[in-house]
């Protein structure tokens, strides 16, 4: 039986698809190779991932850019035999993104015509003008492999858009993950996608693919699978759990079994679930969650009773997280923020409840202090006796106008008219309450 050993060490690791030899950032680079379907050389396909935290973006044109010049080298025998200069423009909309776990991804691709080839990368950030280097020794793929470079995906599904499109093969997305570090508590399945070549023999016969993982030596996951290849040249998909896996470094096998042929891939990953910060404004969550409501109206209260305390805070701290991007703002910012107007409106807007569940109070958590308030006492036209009013206006994009009553004259004033706030309504009555005589001008802003 022919036999073909491949083994990646721990030190590979760290050469060909771990942490690069980095002088002032972080680069992960993961190369993988596939045999050319149009001749006889080796596809190389050279995967980059640089950390959003580890560039420097800079304000411009409505948004934050960074740029990363790549050089790329290519030596055989001590004589350059290539080279290529790559500019990646890397436009984010939201400057908190800059600081969080999101990363730039890309891929160059070269063909392997021979042996002997080393590649040598180095990037460059051109705002900060920190360097990262990556060396790698580029030999193609043996005449007699049965089994391509095995790449590491976080997301493989049907992809029609152009999004990550050197990333797609037959109309679906293979994202890679260079870093090798899966989250799972982002993720379901870890993807491994490998290419198998078939000797001519093994064609339409079956064989065994087994595939196992371990940790500290003990086997954590395996699967063995009935194998017929269709054709010389196959693509598969093979997917790993995540769920039941604790944190750490995990060892694979990848076992291929044709018609007499055999070939073995060891590889290695990283297993991680963050600690998750809990992000709250209020204690209690259902407080929280009313608090909440005030920006997303829309939220199920049905779904939410059937959760218990530890779930509605983990939905409340992701909801919390979702809003503050949305506004542009990191999240302790954002939050920071709303406590002192729950503080504000408890001050100033408590009369018979909490001043953050008044119609005052939820304005100005909202919206903030207004631009402009008057105050102002309805007329003797009105239906009722006379009440005391406020107008608050705001000098916003939609000019929002708020027109509040204290209907009961105890302080505690009701919304009764609103302009320029889709997530408010105004009282049909309102201008019963306020008298005929009413000068409508005052709402105007």
Not at 30 to 39: I, L
Not at 95 to 103: E, L
Not at 181 to 200: G, M, Q, R, W
């Amino acid at each position: 039986m022919k036999n073909i050993k491949v083994f990646f060490c721990s030190l590979m690791l760290l050469a060909v698809a771990g942490l690069i030899w980095a002088d002032t950032f972080t680069m992960h680079v993961a190369p993988h190779r596939f045999r050319d379907p149009q001749g006889e050389s080796t596809i190389l396909h050279v995967d980059y991932q640089i950390p959003y935290s580890n560039l420097s973006f800079v304000a411009k044109n409505s948004g934050y850019f960074a740029e990363v010049e790549m050089e790329v080298e290519f030596v055989q025998a001590d004589s350059v035999v290539f080279t290529r200069t790559v500019r990646d423009n890397i436009g984010i909309s939201n400057k908190n993104d800059a600081r969080s776990q999101k990363s730039h991804l890309n891929r160059l691709s070269f063909s392997l015509d021979g042996e002997g080839y080393f590649l040598r990368m180095k990037a460059r950030d051109i705002n900060s003008q920190k360097t990262a280097s990556f060396f790698y020794q580029a030999e193609p793929l043996a005449s007699n492999d049965l089994i391509s470079d095995l790449e590491f995906c976080s997301i493989v599904r049907p992809e029609s858009s152009g999004y990550l499109d050197r990333f797609h093969r037959g109309g679906s997305l293979y994202k890679t993950e260079p870093s090798l570090i899966f989250d799972k508590t982002e993720l379901e399945n870890l993807s491994l996608f490998f290419e198998v070549y078939a000797p001519p023999e093994a064609i339409d016969e079956t064989g065994i693919l087994v595939l196992t993982v371990e940790k500290d030596s003990i086997i954590v996951f395996d699967t063995m699978l009935d194998y017929k290849p269709r054709a010389a040249s196959e693509g598969l998909t093979l997917k790993i759990p995540l769920e039941d896996l604790t944190p750490g470094k995990y060892v694979g096998f990848l076992d291929l079994q044709l018609e007499g042929f055999s070939q073995d891939r060891e590889f290695v990953f990283f297993v991680t679930e963050p600690i998750q910060e809990q992000y709250a404004v209020l204690p209690d969550p259902d407080d929280d969650f009313r608090l909440y409501r005030y920006f997303s109206g829309s939220t199920s209260t049905a779904e939410w009773k059937k959760y218990d305390d530890a779930t509605k805070r983990r939905v409340l701290s992701q909801s919390w997280k979702s809003l503050a991007n949305t506004q542009n703002m990191s999240v302790r910012g954002f939050l920071d923020q709303l406590q002192e107007r729950v503080e504000y409106a408890n001050s100033y807007f408590s009369y018979f409840d909490k001043g953050w569940t008044t119609d005052m109070g939820r304005i100005h958590i909202r919206q903030g202090k207004p631009d402009e308030i008057e105050k102002g006492i309805s007329s003797d036209g009105a239906r009722f006796v006379r009440k005391d009013y406020q107008i608050w206006k705001y000098q916003g994009r939609n000019r929002a106008v708020y027109l509040f009553l204290d209907m009961q004259m105890n302080g505690n004033y009701r919304l009764i008219y609103v302009e320029g706030d889709d997530s408010e309504s105004s009282h049909p009555d309102a201008m019963y309450y306020l008298g005929e005589d009413f000068d409508k001008t005052k709402l105007y802003n």
